[in-house]
């Protein structure tokens, strides 16, 4: 992390196939000490959430890089990873820092990962507050969704990432359903968004290999979450209306038979210019505190 807190301590834990590396930031005492709050995304580490961590001062936070990203290694070898796996990582953090139950910010992939966390452990969550889970299978059109996201894996493994990146781009970019004949279309040109057209050769990346297929693919157990002690609240973003992660936080929300809560900005809407991407923190993370203190 490039991040120099005093307040931050760094952590190391030894998971089932990987080294598990997180972060306690310390409360700073302007406030009465509440429930702790995790942040975490997938395949987003814990830099991600400088900007965020940053309006929760008065929590201690916690942060955590997910098996295979960043400073967390797999030891494991394995090709995939499923949310059952990172869900039981996120038992093991919470477990290590004695700080449960804690509320759960989680965003994107992490978000399917913290469903299933909580359908396992929700004895160890408080709130959780899932901002666009891309589990396709609580779409109507799934089928189709499935195929193409299993097509940009294989193009990833193919032909590397540039080629791969691209079709994911243009799939989170996409607004509407997956039409059955996607297949047809012409596959979007790496160049177009800035991406590398020559295969380096490396086939790593945590997103493309480790996690796309097992994420989207994931059925959340909506019997079991809805039994948990966990209050959950489903977020989608305000300006992401019509793309595939909005549309399934839509899903996931009527399968647990709620509405989902409308958030500021977009899919990361909580960036302050990590990644060099920019949302609108300040008023997301008025939207998180409010929806945290219900």
């Known amino acids: 992390m490039a991040e120099n807190d005093a307040r931050i301590a760094t952590h190391t834990l030894d998971g089932t196939g990987a080294t598990l590396r997180y972060d306690v930031r310390a409360a700073d005492g302007s406030g009465e000490e509440a429930t702790p709050l995790f942040l975490i995304g997938s395949p987003m580490d814990a830099s991600g959430f400088t900007t ?7 929590r201690t936070v916690l942060t955590y890089d997910p098996r295979g990203v960043a400073r967390s290694v797999r030891t494991d ?6 949310p059952e796996e990172h869900a039981d990582d996120l ?3 919470v477990e290590a820092v004695g700080a449960g139950p804690v509320d759960l910010f989680a965003s994107s992939g992490g978000a399917v990962n913290a469903l299933a966390f909580v359908a396992r452990h929700g004895d160890l969550v408080r709130t959780l507050v899932a901002h666009e889970p891309p589990t396709v299978q609580v ?8 195929e193409l996201c299993a097509d940009i894996r294989d193009t990833y493994l193919r032909d590397g990432m540039g ?6 781009i243009a799939v989170t970019m996409r607004k509407g359903p997956i039409p059955a004949n996607w297949a047809d279309e012409p596959a979007p040109s790496p160049a177009a968004f800035g991406l590398p057209t ?3 050769g490396t086939r790593d990346d945590a997103l493309l290999g480790q996690n796309l297929r097992t994420c989207t693919g994931y059925l959340p157990d909506f019997e ?19 793309e595939l992660a909005h549309r399934a936080g839509v899903g996931v929300a009527a ?6 809560a409308v958030f500021p900005s977009h899919h990361g809407g909580f960036l302050g210019g990590e990644y060099g991407q920019q949302g609108a923190p300040t008023e997301f993370a008025k939207a998180l505190r409010d929806a945290l203190a219900v």
């Open 52 to 58: 965020l961590a940053s309006h929760f001062a008065d």
């Open 139 to 146: 779409l109507p059109d799934r089928e189709p969704a499935l």
């Open 198 to 200: 020559e295969d380096d």
């Open 255 to 260: 399968a647990l038979g709620t509405e989902p």
């Open 91 to 93: 038992r093991r953090v």
């Open 163 to 168: 080629p791969a990146m691209a079709k994911f």
């Open 224 to 242: 079991a979450l809805r039994a948990a002690p966990t209050r959950i609240v489903v977020a989608v973003g305000e300006e992401s209306e019509g």
């Open 77 to 82: 070898g394995a090709a995939e990873t499923t």
